[in-house]
């Protein structure tokens, strides 16, 4: 069990490109999970704050992606 | 100096330095429990998941990813116990392993990532538990609607 868990942090886990765009997700939600615990004043308003951020994030970093790729289809 | 100024003085870097060494202890330090297991699950999920992704050699890297290293060590406690590991597993490697690249760019990026934003989401925690310790009335604010049923 410990040679397990051993080996799970010790060798890395091979990603395509699709996974580790999928990897975003997880990592916007601990963001805005931290983020929102540090400026909500009761927790019982986390939820909800939390993933109304998270889509905000998410949304976001796809209008700016659509934005550039738009702009690069334009330009090239 | 006032009580309640004193009180403050010893509390807030003590409070900071709990942040430091256990995501969120700090916050449990003052007596936001709740608060504080929610920021110590969430930040030593996301850099674990990260050491997970990208291997301990290639995340944890203080000579080849310096800056990245920097923002891991606000992780404190985590980063101490990834880099134990990483030289455990360096000392069992043979020369031609330990010249070989520690894992491929795509999951070294992705764990150097989440490791790296860990670290500094749990900056955003210690001046956090910091900022409380210096306002203890809101502390007690929090505690209370924590208690009202709020938590």
Redesign the interface.
């Known amino acids: 069990m410990n040679g397990l868990m051993?080996a799970?942090?010790?060798?890395?886990?091979?990603?395509t490109?699709a996974q580790?765009f999928l990897?975003m997700f997880?990592?916007c939600l601990?963001?805005a999970?931290?983020?929102k615990?540090?400026r909500c004043?009761?927790?019982?308003e986390?939820p909800g704050a939390v993933l109304l951020l998270w889509v905000t994030i998410v949304v976001g970093m796809f209008a700016v992606g659509l934005g550039f790729w738009v702009l690069f289809t334009s330009l090239v | 100096m006032s009580n309640h100024e004193e009180s403050a003085s010893i509390r807030a870097p003590v409070a900071g330095l709990l942040a430091w060494l256990i995501p969120g202890l700090g916050h449990v330090y003052l007596g936001l429990r709740?608060?504080g297991v929610?920021?110590l699950v969430?930040?030593t999920?996301?850099f674990?998941?990260g050491?997970?992704?990208?291997?301990?050699?290639?995340t944890v890297d203080p000579y080849e990813r310096r800056l990245w290293f920097t923002a891991q060590v606000c992780t404190g406690g985590n980063t101490i116990a990834?880099y134990v590991?990483r030289q455990r597993?360096e000392q069992r490697l043979t020369p031609a392993e330990k010249m070989a690249p520690?894992?491929?760019w795509?999951?070294?990026?992705?764990?150097v990532?989440?490791t790296g934003?860990?670290g500094l989401?749990n900056l955003?925690?210690i001046l956090?538990a910091v900022a409380r310790a210096e306002r203890p009335r809101a502390v007690a604010r929090?505690r209370n609607?924590?208690t009202a049923g709020?938590?």
Do not use: K
């Not at chain 1, 004043?41 to 019982?44: F, G, K, V, W």
């Not at chain 2, 050491?51 to 290639?58: D, E, L, T, Y």
């Not at chain 2, 795509?106 to 764990?111: E, K, S, T």
């Open positions: 051993l799970l942090f010790t060798s890395s886990i091979d990603l490109g580790r990897l997880p990592l601990s963001i999970v931290v983020y615990t540090t004043e009761t927790l019982r986390l | 709740t608060r929610v920021l969430t930040v999920a996301t674990w998941t050491v997970a992704v990208g291997g301990v050699r290639a990834a590991l597993v520690a894992s491929h795509l999951p070294a990026d992705v764990g990532h989440y934003v860990a989401l955003l925690v956090d929090s609607l924590a709020s938590s």
